[in-house]
């Protein structure tokens, strides 16, 4: 079993910065991607961002590139996902998810660990 626990949420003005953390604990060994995810009010759980285990390849969706990064440090069992020139409409709950799948995907359902969110508000 795998524990993900995001962290580092909170209010931000438009046009600022955040990162937010994924912190994750047990059977790290078995997990190979991980990933970000975002749900806004009244939308479906969307796919933000992924990284693989040793941080070679990235993939994002194309609204966030060039303004989001995620990483990866796997000696804390950690990932991030820091964002910039943040915009109203990237407010959502964040989630984190992990995988023992070695490939990249998108989809929520290729993901079978995931954390409780955390919120992330920017306002005008």
């Known amino acids: 079993q795998v524990q993900l626990v995001e962290s580092g949420g909170g209010l931000v003005q438009a046009g600022g910065s955040l990162r937010v953390s994924c912190a994750a604990s047990g059977d790290m060994w078995n997990i190979y991607v991980m990933a970000w995810f975002r749900q806004g009010p009244g939308k479906e759980r969307e796919f933000v961002a992924a990284?693989?285990?040793?941080?070679?390849?990235?993939r994002y969706v194309d609204s966030v590139k060039g303004r989001f990064t995620i990483s990866r440090e796997n000696a804390k069992n950690s990932m991030y996902l820091q964002m910039y020139s943040l915009k109203t409409e990237h407010s959502a709950v964040y989630y984190c998810?992990?995988?023992?799948?070695?490939?990249?995907?998108?989809?929520?359902?290729?993901?079978?660990?995931w954390g409780q969110g955390t919120q992330v508000t920017v306002s005008s």
């Open positions: 998810a992990a995988d023992s799948r070695s490939v990249i995907s998108p989809l929520r359902s290729n993901y079978a660990y």
């Open positions: 990284i693989t285990r040793i941080g070679i390849t990235t």
